[in-house]
């Protein structure tokens, strides 16, 4: 099983930039799929960006497509969200989550395709 735990969270002005961190205590991300996920209060859960198990395929959200970057380090076993040209609209709590690895070019998107979850860290951008 393995355990995340997310850092770099923080408060930023409009146009400024943040990159998360995701470490994986126990577990390798190379047998692993990567996301990150955020929600806002009063909000749903979404996907943020995504990445397959090899780091070779992601998927992003819409709305951070430009602007924010998802990477993975299997030799540290970190995942990290470079986030720039921030909005007030990407205020939320960030989460990492990891899921199978389904070893293809695949990218889950789906929040019920990830198992294990990191408790968190808060953004938010000042306007």
């Known amino acids: 099983q393995v355990q995340l735990v997310e850092s770099g969270g923080g408060l930023v002005q409009a146009g400024g930039s943040l990159r998360l961190s995701c470490a994986a205590s126990r577990g390798t991300f190379s047998s692993y799929a990567m996301g990150w996920f955020r929600q806002a209060p009063g909000k749903e859960r979404e996907i943020v960006a995504a990445?397959?198990?090899?780091?070779?395929?992601?998927n992003y959200a819409d709305s951070v497509k430009g602007r924010f970057t998802i990477s993975i380090d299997n030799a540290k076993n970190m995942a990290y969200l470079q986030m720039n040209s921030l909005k007030p609209e990407d205020t939320a709590v960030y989460y990492c989550?990891?899921?199978?690895?389904?070893?293809?070019?695949?990218?889950?998107?789906?929040?019920?395709?990830?198992?294990?979850w990191g408790q968190g860290t808060q953004v938010t951008v000042s306007s």
């Open positions: 989550a990891a899921g199978p690895p389904y070893y293809s070019d695949y990218v889950p998107i789906s929040d019920d395709e990830y198992d294990y």
């Open positions: 990445i397959n198990w090899s780091g070779g395929s992601d």
